[in-house]
Structure formats: structure tokens, C-alpha cells
């Protein structure tokens, strides 16, 4: 195909598997099917659908292969993948109304940076009333954008969105592919492979997932961009810009990959062209980035704000080894041992060297990751593992492809799909916590997918009714609590973040705790100017605060403390506020075990 066919292609196939999925979910969600951690339904309805999806698929490519082609079957083809999304994903959360790892820990902040972009057509930070978002914005804007549409909150909106937006991704793969390796059967086994593997290692982060199934793809253009392509270089140069407004660590190392292969090609041609296309690339996907980066870079250069990141402060024991997955018994280390061979035996061919780079890039960041650890942070170099082995099956499956095919068409067909099949099927066993978890928590209307008892989240639309009613709303007042999941279902905005880890580096962080800790200590020292103390905050004081009520110990809250290198990570301290504190210029309610003081 075309370079112009292409970019039609890979759109239409977007579109389509995104709308397709997004489809396929509404029904999913009007049959009453059984919740996942309780029955076997929906993992057997998933395991049928992917046999279905990889079925069709291995037909139509080995029909393809024998020179039966029919662009309806490409079609098909590149809705395989997006197939495979909502057959191992959207199937088993059928019957919960929240995604992978339900409201826990990251899940909160990302369903209430998502809450807060359903509610702002522009720059919002997740917690912060009037700062730019520091979290890159671009998947978050959109999933506001969808709620709006489907008048949705943006907490519910966060599944189907997941899913749609990952299915989209997977349907883009096929014609990218296609036209890297000038074969559809080829790039329908890379793009299944591709999905399988994403949707086993990050599925809970939808944004870095999307971003993750291009990597490979990446280094590709990257070295046909730096051999004189101009479609490669606008291409390359358009994906790095949205990535970086969607995941900024893996859009460095496909920028870094880019960096190596151009300057090596510069000093082997001797010749400025990589040169000038990677500054071409450069530029134009910063001003793409610009449009979700600018404000806040902008504030950081003219704001007055003490800036500090804990952002990278993270070091779990996955970040203490490099993954080595060709040496796994499975079937992904059978594809990668695959493909480390073919990569030593052809390193010199150019697709095969452009992958190899992207493997070095990865390595090294994640060495650099350890030895940066001396200095008090890290490079998140735990978090490459996802590109690594897609890398590697990558290599894999060209592997097979360029020795396999041309004699054994009709077995390699089949060994593959059977391949695939049992990477598919595989994928909610890997996720089985995840998604038991979707169905243990409480959702925003207060109930659990389960049929269990809910948690105390069961008050949350009576707190947030509760502080309405004293006219305050959300995206507009300030509210002070440690209850994470209460800010991801009502987008109020928090008089401090709950880390430092995800807090707006402009934010002040240690600052708020800080006044957090000295108005405890006035609730008890001079309950009479309390409220004079909240009001003199540097900041927008909290129009509400909501406690847990400790009974004659007064009312209980948590800050955090970073305390890396320690793992874990986040220490909390408990704060005691005096009940008397409140009585004068507050309205305080019991509701369940939560006291909500809010300001007359």
C-alpha cells in the first residue's frame, strides 16, 4: 500500500475497532451475565469469542497467503485484534461497571483525573483548583470528551473507554504493519501477538498501553525516516507528539531509539539527511506535545510556585532485574528466544536492527534506572518490561514469517493460531485480580458488581449531596479529605493532593501538609480562631472536610510522606482534628462513619 492508503487504512481501522468495541460493550452491558468472581460464564464466553476472533482470522490469512484477497478480508483482518480486546477484556468485566483493578490505589487517581477532564474542555489538574495538569492530558481529555457525548460521568465512562481506545489501537496495528513488512498475514500475527502481550502486562493503564502497542513499529519508521522517508518522518513525527501527551516514558524511549538510529546512520552515510529528519520529527511532535504540555510548562516559567517532584520515586522488585523473557517457559519465551536469535543472526538487515536498537535503548534505561537509584530517584525502568518482550515476539513472528512461510504455509498458519489462541485465553487468568477486584468496589452509584455488601462508599453521593446543597459544587469548591475514591466519583477539587507521587509538582505539596498539620494543632490549641486559620491559608482553604469520626478522639484524617528508597514508598500519619473546632461556623453531619464539616 501507499503511503497515503495507509494513513486512510490505519484511521478507518481505528475508527471502526474503537466504535465497534464501544458498540459491543452497550450490548455486553444490557445481558444480565454473572459476576466474574463468582461464576465461570463469562471466562468460558471469553475463551468461545477469542477461539471465534483467531479462528477467522488464521482462515483469512491462509486463504490471503494462497492469493485469495478481497478487501473486505483485509477489513476483517484488522478487526482481529480489536476483537481480541473486547473477548479478553470487555467480556469478563460484563457485569461491573468499573475497569481493570477497580477504585484501588493508581486507579483512583486515573478515574479522577478522567472525572476532572469530564468536566473541563481545557487544562485541569486532577486535584489542584487553578493549575495546569502536570499528568499528560491527551487519552484523559478524550474519555471527557466521550462522556459528554454518551452523558456519562466520567468514572463510568473510564471502561468502555479503556476498552474502546485499546481496540482501536489493536485495529490500527494491522495496516502499519502491513505496510512495514509488505505482508497482511504477517502483520495480522504482529498485531494479535502485539495486543496479547500488552493486555497480559499493562492492560490497567489504557493511555501507556496504546502508546506501548506502537513502540516497535516506531523504531521501524524511525530508520526508514532517517534513510530519506518522508511519510515515515511525518508518521514518526505524529505518533511521538500524541504519545508524549499521553505517556511520556515510553514516548522517550521510542524518541531515544530515533535519536541512535539517525546519528549512527548520519556518521555511517556521512551525510546530514537522518540528521535532518530526526530534527524535522523533533520539532513537529513537540508542537503537537506543546498542545498538552504548553500551560504547564508555561506556568512553570512564570509561576512563583516551589516546585518538587516525587514523581519518580519508585522502586519496586520488578525494577531490580532486567527481564529476560526469551528465558521464560512459555509460549512468549519460545517466541522471544525466536526472536533473539534471529536478531544475532540478522542484525544487519535493517527492520531487524532498527527492533535491536529499541531493545538496547530499553536495556540501558533500565540500567541507567538502577544506577540513578545513588542519587535519591529513579527512571520507572520496572515499567519497560512490557516493551521489551513485545520487541522480542516482534522479532519472533517476522522470524517465522521469513522462514516459515514461503514452504509450510497452511502449518504455520495453524501453529500460530493455536499460538495465539493460548495467549488470548491466557490474558484474564493474568488479570484475574484485577478484575475480581472491578467487581469488589464499590462503584459511584454505591454498589458492588457482586451483590455484596458495599463499603463505606456507599455514602459518597450523600456527602457530595450533602455539600451541593450548601451551594458548593463540583469542579468549582475546594474539599479537604483523605478519601481518594470520594474525589475520583465527585470531582471537587482537593486542598491537597493524596501523594506526593502523583501531586502537581506546582502544587506545594509538603506545604499543605504542613497547614494540614498546624490547623489540627489550632482545632485543639484555640478552637475560637480556627476557622480564622483556614481562612488565611496561602491557598483556596476547603469549603467542606470530610473525616472519619474517631469518636472522643476527635475527628481522624491521614497525610502522606514520601519515603523512598523505602518500599514501600508512602508513609501515612494521622491527624486529629477538635469536633469544638467546628461548631460555630460549620455545619458538620454524621453520615455512616464520616463527619462532614462544611463551611456555613
Not at 421 to 439: C, K, R, S, T
Not at 465 to 485: F, L, M, P, R
Request: aromatic residues 12%.
Amino acid at each position: 500500500m501507499s503511503a497515503g492508503h495507509t494513513a486512510a487504512r490505519t484511521v478507518a481501522a481505528g475508527l471502526a475497532g474503537g466504535v465497534l468495541a464501544l458498540a459491543t460493550w452497550f450490548v455486553l452491558h444490557r445481558v444480565a451475565l454473572p459476576a466474574f468472581n463468582t461464576s465461570m460464564v463469562t471466562r468460558s464466553l471469553a475463551t468461545a469469542a477469542s477461539f471465534v476472533l483467531i479462528g477467522i482470522g488464521a482462515v483469512l490469512a491462509f486463504l490471503w497467503a494462497r492469493g485469495k484477497r478481497h478487501w473486505v478480508s483485509a477489513a476483517v483482518m484488522a478487526l482481529v485484534p480489536a476483537g481480541l480486546v473486547v473477548s479478553s477484556v470487555g467480556i469478563p468485566l460484563a457485569a461491573t461497571k468499573l475497569y481493570l483493578d477497580g477504585i484501588q490505589v493508581d486507579q483512583g487517581f486515573r478515574t479522577q483525573f478522567l472525572s476532572r477532564m469530564a468536566e473541563n474542555l481545557g487544562h485541569a489538574d486532577m486535584a489542584y483548583k487553578d493549575l495546569p495538569t502536570f499528568y499528560p492530558m491527551g487519552w484523559f481529555w478524550l474519555g471527557g470528551r466521550l462522556a459528554n457525548v454518551l452523558g456519562m460521568q466520567g468514572w463510568e465512562v473510564y471502561q468502555p473507554f479503556a476498552i474502546a481506545s485499546l481496540a482501536a489501537a489493536a485495529a490500527m496495528l494491522t495496516p502499519v504493519w502491513r505496510r512495514l513488512t509488505g505482508s497482511l498475514p504477517t502483520a495480522l500475527a504482529i498485531a494479535a501477538v502485539t495486543t496479547a502481550v500488552v493486555l497480559t502486562e499493562v492492560p490497567e493503564e489504557p493511555y501507556a498501553a496504546v502508546v506501548a502497542m506502537f513502540v516497535p513499529a516506531a523504531a521501524i519508521m524511525a530508520y526508514r525516516a532517517a534513510r530519506s522517508s518522508w511519510a515515515s518522518t511525518i508518521a514518526l513525527a505524529v505518533y511521538l507528539g500524541i504519545s508524549a501527551s499521553f505517556y511520556t516514558l515510553f514516548t522517550a524511549i521510542a524518541a531515544l531509539t530515533t535519536v541512535v538510529i539517525a546519528v549512527v546512520l548520519a556518521f555511517a552515510s556521512r551525510s546530514l539527511k537522518p540528521l535532518l529528519h530526526l530534527v524535522v520529527a523533533g520539532v513537529a511532535s513537540l508542537a503537537i506535545a506543546a498542545i498538552s504540555w504548553g500551560p504547564y510548562i508555561w506556568r512553570v516559567l512564570t509561576g512563583d510556585e516551589q516546585r518538587e517532584s516525587t514523581a519518580n520515586h519508585f522502586l519496586p522488585i520488578e525494577g531490580t532485574y532486567f527481564p529476560l523473557p526469551f528465558l521464560s517457559f512459555s509460549l512468549v519465551g519460545l517466541l522471544s528466544m525466536i526472536g533473539l536469535v534471529y536478531l544475532v543472526y540478522r542484525f544487519k538487515d535493517p527492520v531487524v536492527g532498527a527492533l535491536g536498537v529499541s531493545i538496547g535503548v530499553c536495556y540501558l534505561w533500565a540500567l541507567a534506572s538502577m544506577a540513578i537509584t545513588l542519587v535519591g530517584t529513579s527512571l520507572l525502568g520496572f515499567r519497560l518490561e512490557v516493551l521489551i518482550v513485545e520487541l522480542f515476539v516482534t522479532l519472533g513472528v517476522l522470524a517465522i514469517a521469513r522462514f516459515g512461510v514461503p514452504k509450510y504455509t497452511a502449518a504455520v498458519a495453524a501453529v500460530v493460531a493455536v499460538g495465539a489462541l493460548q495467549m488470548v485465553q491466557h490474558i484474564p487468568v493474568e488479570n484475574e485480580d484485577y478484575i475480581d477486584q472491578a467487581y469488589a468496589d464499590t462503584d459511584g452509584n454505591g454498589e458492588r458488581a457482586d451483590r455484596f455488601p458495599a463499603d463505606a462508599g456507599r455514602y459518597y453521593n450523600e456527602i457530595a449531596a450533602y455539600i451541593e446543597d450548601h451551594g458548593y459544587k463540583v469542579n468549582e469548591a475546594v474539599v479537604y479529605t483523605d478519601e481518594i475514591n470520594f474525589m475520583a466519583y465527585h470531582p471537587f477539587f482537593g486542598f491537597n493532593a493524596f501523594t506526593s507521587h502523583y501531586a502537581n509538582p506546582l502544587g506545594e505539596f509538603e506545604q499543605r501538609n504542613d497547614e494540614l498539620k498546624r490547623w489540627a494543632e489550632i482545632s485543639y490549641e484555640d478552637p475560637a480562631h480556627f476557622t480564622e486559620a483556614v481562612d488565611n491559608s496561602p491557598w483556596e482553604p476547603p469549603a467542606a472536610f470530610i473525616f472519619r469520626d474517631n469518636g472522643e478522639n476527635g475527628y481522624k484524617t491521614h497525610i502522606a510522606h514520601d519515603i523512598y528508597p523505602s518500599q514501600p514508598n508512602v508513609r501515612y500519619e494521622g491527624l486529629y482534628y477538635n469536633p469544638e473546632a467546628f461548631e460555630q461556623d460549620w455545619d458538620v453531619k454524621q453520615i455512616g462513619p464520616f463527619a462532614v464539616a462544611v463551611r456555613k
